[in-house]
């Protein structure tokens, strides 16, 4: 009887992992940057009215560059050592 119910489960599980030649399709398509291929960087012009728009919405304001030191980091760059 063990060997049976063995048998049925094996079968069963055999027949719901079988490959049914469907391949997943994509969650969401790839992105492609138009300002990698072509040098120049694009924006969106005009009223923006979705969080994309309004996030890629040209502007005339200045770029800055800011570089972050977390408040533990030693001179020289390395983190302190753990307390014991």
Known sequence: MRTLIFSIAVMALGVGCGDDGVKPSPDAPPLHDA???SGTPTCFSGTPTTHEQIINACT?????????KPPLLLP???LPALPP
């Open 35 to 37: 300002s990698v291929d």
């Open 60 to 68: 005339s304001a200045q770029g800055i560059e800011k570089t972050t």
């Open 76 to 78: 020289d760059g390395a």
